[in-house]
């Protein structure tokens, strides 16, 4: 059983991450495109992607509480019920989507402004930000059909959808800023254009799930708020985690130039650490769902435990290649040498802290495909309370050490909400609250 278990969890992990790096991947060639069009528009650029990634980010519940839902209805044998949550899934990220985009759209030059935006940069910024605000409908489509691909236990299709609608959106750029010369703006449209193919091709299979198990394709209002609400405690929970990350980086930018240089660095590496550690998590939320839909508790722990078990091990081997590679990675990143140092010193503490974040990413998709949302919620939030006197301590006493010794201890304080995290998760993985099976009817 444990050797099948292995094999699904690696069925569905491996797909997903690649699907997880493919976005930051084909970003990064976005930057490089609209980076040779000057400092101004690559500087608008960054404010720009900031308001996009922040906004599609709040509603990433879209995925998650989808792919717990769906796979649900999975386990519990019902793959008509589990296409109609799926459907609703579609038509509340729609409403969403339509409503964000007129959000970002009208308010461009606020938005940007808010983030410190000034000058050329700042109108590069709502140049891009006004005609890209037209993709949010798809790109929250794209979340909801991923989620519900995750959900149906397939995470092949969400990867084809992303490297063809990424490589496509790398051809649109190159064609729309500098065969067209349409700037930054051609950027946004290329981007657009992408987001939308891929949302359309996602929701033809989508559609054609739907006539082979029968299940009706129009919208049921009362199904759709449901869902609506059933996505709150997920999106407090994001908003309570991106604010001990925006509160991390605020420290950072009071410590000076170089700790904060030193920190955007260092947390690029954290992040794509995290893509490859989600995709366990993705694996959790999808095997979670399907057994505990069909009434498996003794399989949901054994599950439970083999994938805690892979996190671990990631961890073990993030946590080794990291410390192999501490003083050469940050070679890549800047040629001033304090920068380095500090760098260097953070991707150590960063190593330490990889095995317990395994654990914590796990842990995290399995409560979330048991679709024990209000306790995350409530456990993230009082995370983030706990943090507070943590920040408020960093931002008092580390100005007083040195630039390298600081940047260090700010990934300490970092690291203690991850162990604080951790301890509750653990504590709630004793209990047998959160493993609540079956599945609602869906009509």
Not at 353 to 371: E, H, K
Not at 414 to 443: C, E, I, K
Request: aromatic share 8%; glycine share 12%.
């Amino acid at each position: 059983m444990a050797q099948a278990s292995g094999r699904e969890v690696a069925r569905l992990a491996i797909p997903a991450f690649l699907a997880l790096i493919a976005e930051p991947l084909f970003l990064l060639a976005d930057s490089a495109i609209v980076g040779h069009l000057g400092t101004a528009p690559l500087a608008g650029l960054g404010l720009a992607s900031t308001v996009l990634m922040t906004v599609v980010g709040i509603f990433v519940f879209l995925a998650y509480g989808t792919t717990a839902v769906v796979a649900r209805q999975i386990g519990a044998g019902s793959r008509r019920g589990a296409v109609e949550v799926g459907v609703d899934g579609a038509w509340l990220s729609i409403v969403l989507g339509l409503a964000a985009a007129l959000l970002v759209g009208f308010g461009a030059e606020p938005l940007c402004r808010a983030l410190g935006g000034t000058g050329d940069a700042l109108e590069q910024a709502v140049s891009y930000l006004r005609v890209a605000a037209g993709g949010i409908p798809a790109m929250l489509v794209v979340l909801a059909c991923t989620g519900v691909f995750r959900g149906l236990q397939d995470t092949r299709t969400p990867l084809v959808a992303s490297v063809l609608g990424f490589a496509a959106n790398a051809v649109l750029n190159v064609v729309l800023v500098y065969g067209l010369e349409l700037g930054i703006a051609g950027s946004a449209w290329g981007t657009v254009v992408a987001q939308w193919g891929m949302a359309l091709g996602l929701l033809l299979i989508m559609a054609r799930y739907a006539r082979v198990e029968g299940a009706a394709w129009r919208a049921h209002p009362r199904r759709v708020l449901s869902a609506a609400l059933g996505g709150v405690p997920l999106l407090v929970r994001t908003l309570a985690l991106r604010a001990v990350l925006v509160l991390t980086t605020w420290v950072a930018a009071g410590l000076g130039d170089v700790p904060l240089a030193a920190h955007q660095v260092t947390s690029t590496v954290w992040s794509f650490f995290v893509f490859a550690l989600d995709a366990l998590a993705i694996a959790g939320q999808a095997l979670t769902g399907k057994a505990l839909g069909a009434g498996d508790v003794a399989g949901t722990r054994a599950a439970t435990a083999l994938m805690v078990r892979w996190g671990v091990w990631c961890g073990l081997a993030l946590a080794a290649l990291t410390l192999a590679l501490h003083r050469i990675i940050p070679l890549a990143f800047t040629t001033d040498p304090q920068v380095r140092a500090a760098i260097a010193a953070a991707l150590i503490v960063v190593a330490i802290g990889q095995p317990l974040s395994g654990y914590v990413f796990v842990v995290d998709g399995v409560l979330i495909g048991a679709g024990d949302h209000r306790w995350l919620m409530g456990a993230m939030v009082g995370v983030l309370a706990a943090y507070v006197p943590v920040v408020v301590v960093m931002h008092a006493l580390l100005p007083k050490v040195g630039p390298v010794a600081a940047t260090a201890w700010l990934w300490v304080g970092f690291t203690s909400f991850m162990v604080v995290r951790g301890a509750l998760f653990a504590w709630r993985l004793r209990q047998d609250g959160w493993m609540v099976t079956g599945a609602p009817p869906t009509r």
